[in-house]
């Protein structure tokens, strides 16, 4: 490998770095692919707002409310439950107080995850009414009647301006459909609902929370983001909202209204050091019937594409250009998977056969390296024999070239179709869920960086000896002249330097994708080997 071809693929990794460092780190003002739309995503930053660090303050209208029955005692622990699930409601204010996942656990591998954050709750409820006064139904103590046969609650209040009443019923998998009925309440407009503390920490790992974690929406067909890290303020935006949702990194609280349901606001905003939002829904009449769906669960891109409405877009899945990729990518991976019970030995596979379906144009690259060393010394002819005809000295350089097989740039190719595979990778195997605590070997967790930095040691020796393979002969350096041998004693630098630089780039990445580039770099090596053995 030359001296151009070395800084250019040391120049395209760093660029790999720095967009995985800042770029994806400040994707919220980047469009998201969304699905059947080519409209442009935008930025809940770019639509503002009222500075607020915590759960926004209630207007100094707020009404009281007086139920008309006080004698009902507080219950925090009625429970819905699948497989999958088990919810945990209160009747004080009829919200979701705890949600536990049931297939997956914390990092004690005893405890469900969780995705209420503690003494918090979502769900809450206020009305609105067409004078400006707002009813709070947050310390409402709602009477409640519990089927755990057809996993069904109804929670009911009573009022002197109304009835109303929270019907939650609970599917065989992670979706929970919320009924909200008003009647009697001549002058409602509308009503909020606050998902209050938002979602909860389920990692130990929390280094890139604040890119990590972020509130979604789709409105008006466009998909918008805004991560943690920019909900300073509160942020708002209006118009036709699809659905919305809370995401931390491996999960979400989603909601998607019925197409009827006029959802025209949303808020972001941060509580404490998690995310969180507010959404207000238009009514019309004294008698309201709205239905929601809410998922609450992983970030599984299969279980999200079934609801057909882009909310699949939660899931990470890289720069737009990339995203159909990375699809790929995440399909034939969990194809693997279904004949292979382990993702250290997928990622080994896929490495592999990836290696095999690149081998004729990385053969061909490292073979006409390898021819390019050899003819050194004709070159060095040429060049001393055409010095003051520098037209000429190309014209024969290129005739040299064509008679012995070798493409001078062709050093370079192998490694520039790497990049859009390693961009590729990147997201899918930091945040799949697939992943999230799978180990391997002595690595913990896949999604995460190698806590004793084993493996990008390891890919960074095989990067060495891939480019020590890779360095002419001494038969060859001696057949060079002064300018050559300065030329190949920086690339001898080089050789030192970019398995370093490479060591640094990639030691805070998955172990996933490194266990990847391991492989890759160690296929590469034997391969270097064989073809140097060949030809010189």
Not at 25 to 33: F, P, R, S
Not at 87 to 98: C, L, P, R
Request: aromatic fraction near 12%.
């Amino acid at each position: 490998m030359d001296k151009k071809t070395l800084l250019a693929v040391l120049l395209i990794l760093v660029v790999f770095w720095l967009s995985s460092e800042f770029i994806w780190k400040n994707k919220n003002t980047q469009q998201i692919q969304q699905q059947a739309t080519t409209e442009n995503v935008n930025d809940l930053s770019d639509q503002i707002v009222e500075p607020s660090n915590q759960i926004p303050e209630s207007p100094v209208n707020e009404t009281e409310i007086i139920a008309l029955d006080n004698n009902i005692d507080i219950n925090n622990n009625i429970v819905l439950e699948n497989e999958l699930l088990k919810i945990a409601f209160s009747n004080k204010g009829a919200v979701i107080n705890s949600v536990q996942l049931k297939g997956f656990f914390m990092k004690d591998k005893v405890s469900f995850v969780e995705l209420i954050n503690e003494n918090g709750g979502i769900l809450n409820t206020k009305l609105n009414d067409t004078v400006g006064n707002i009813s709070n139904y947050s310390n409402i103590p709602f009477q409640y009647e519990l089927n755990e046969a057809s996993r069904k609650i109804t929670f009911i209040s009573k009022t002197e301006k109304g009835t109303y009443k929270k019907i939650f019923t609970l599917s065989n998998d992670y979706q929970l459909i919320m009924e909200t009925q008003l009647s009697g309440f001549n002058n409602v407009s509308g009503y909020e609902i606050d998902f209050g503390s938002g979602i909860a920490d389920t990692e130990e790992y929390l280094k890139m929370k604040n890119r990590e974690y972020a509130v979604l929406s789709q409105i008006d067909n466009d998909i918008n983001k805004i991560a943690l890290s920019k909900l300073k303020e509160e942020k708002k935006a209006s118009g036709s909202i699809d659905w919305a949702a809370i995401r931390s990194k491996y999960f979400t609280l989603a909601i998607i209204p019925d197409e009827l349901i006029e959802m025209n606001k949303i808020s972001a905003f941060k509580v404490e050091e998690s995310p969180s939002m507010k959404l207000s829904i238009s009514t019309i009449g004294s008698q309201i019937n709205h239905k929601y769906r809410l998922y609450l669960g992983p970030l599984d891109y299969g279980r999200l594409k079934e609801y057909d409405i882009g909310i699949d877009n939660i899931v990470e899945m890289g720069p737009k250009f990339l995203q159909g990729i990375s699809k790929i990518f995440h399909w034939f991976l969990s194809f693997l998977y279904g004949f292979i019970p382990s993702w250290g030995l997928v990622i080994i596979i896929f490495s592999i056969i990836l290696k095999t379906l690149l081998y004729p144009l990385t053969h061909k690259s490292f073979e006409s390296t390898t021819k390019m060393q050899k003819i050194q010394p004709l070159t060095k002819e040429l060049q001393a024999k055409y010095k003051g005809d520098p037209q000429k000295m190309n014209a024969e350089l290129k005739k040299l070239y064509k008679e012995h097989g070798v493409n001078p740039l062709g050093g370079c190719l192998p490694m520039l179709l790497q990049m859009p595979v390693i961009f590729a990778l990147y997201p899918l195997l930091r945040y799949s869920i697939s992943l999230r605590q799978a180990s391997f070997g002595w690595l913990p967790d896949l999604s995460e960086p190698d806590p004793i930095y084993a493996l990008p040691i390891l890919m960074a020796v095989f990067m060495f000896v891939q480019q020590k393979l890779m360095a002419p002969s001494k038969k060859n350096l001696d057949a060079m002249d002064d300018k050559q041998k300065a030329q190949m004693q920086s690339q001898k630098m080089m050789m030192y330097f970019m398995p370093i630089m490479m060591f640094f780039i990639f030691k805070g990445l998955s172990s996933g994708l490194v266990l990847y580039w391991t492989v890759f770099s160690i296929i590469g090596s034997v391969q270097q080997y064989f073809i140097k053995k060949k030809f010189m």
